[in-house]
DNA sequence: AATCCGCACAACCGCAGGAGT
DNA sequence: AACTCCTGCGGTTGTGCGGAT
């Protein structure tokens, strides 16, 4: 049974785009929401297939999406998400605001993965010297400390963070080129979000997007960060007992989330040994 | 100054699974 | 139930850039 070729490779367009190219896309998705990715680059008179505009509209030109560098406290929540969740970057990508799954996945192989093999070898070289410990105990401990400590760090960072957002025009710009118009706009919008400590509904975006808020359709905003599904994941069972976005509660100061979320999650599951 | 090398990241590819018919 | 279409996901590749030699 022959599936149908991702496109037809006659005459469309391949490798990095335009800024023409991201202008009309960004238009077009303003104007119609991406009902169809299929049919999308035919109506916009986009010479690329609807895949390929699907992923420079997730991966770079969506108005939520984050860039600039990964904080500290983002690269151990994905760390630690990681150890949970193996390679399911989406669902990693969920609990991190404003990040996509490409760009974890990359900074997975880049960074963090070095990262972390540098780390078990300084805690090999201590754990070592603690055998003594049960494996469950050690793991344990492993995850408490981490977690408190990450939450501290986040908790300190916070507010460093929101100066940092707010003074030094971040990363909206740090791209190929700069998306003046609507960019800038929706980085004004995002820093005084975070300003407020509040996340603005769907519909804030679809209808700054789209100006009158027709049809635009699922921006993946931090909004709905709370009521991301873990489907199939051990973390499904936590959510349904009130927690929301453990990421988030942990920026607001929800310390005692994090800690009873992980404390669930090694009884539910078995984490992977090092 | 030229070349090499490694890193970072954008983009592509193939597959799986859900939805519709 | 079988098939097709479409979307989303994860792995992989390609490319540009900066630092080292």
Redesign the pocket.
Known sequence: ????P?CEKMGLK????SRDEDQILISYIQQHGH?????LPKHAGLLRC???C???WT??LRPDIK?G?FSREEEDTIIHLHEMLG?????IATNLPGRT???I???W???LKKRLESDHQTTNNTTKRHKTKSKRDSNNSYHEASVVSQCHAQQQHNSQDEEQLITTQPSCSE??YDIETTTDSFCVAKHEEIENETFLDDSFWSETLSGEGDNMV?SNSTSNISNVEFSSSPLTSIKNENISNPYIDCHLGGMDQWYDIFTRIEELCELPEF
């Open positions: 049974m022959g599936r149908a991702c391949k490798g990095p785009w009902p169809n990715w299929r049919a609807g895949k390929s699907r992923l420079r991966n770079y860039r560098n390679n399911r970057w989406s669902v799954d490409n760009e996945k990359n900074v192989h880049t960074h791209s190929s699922e």
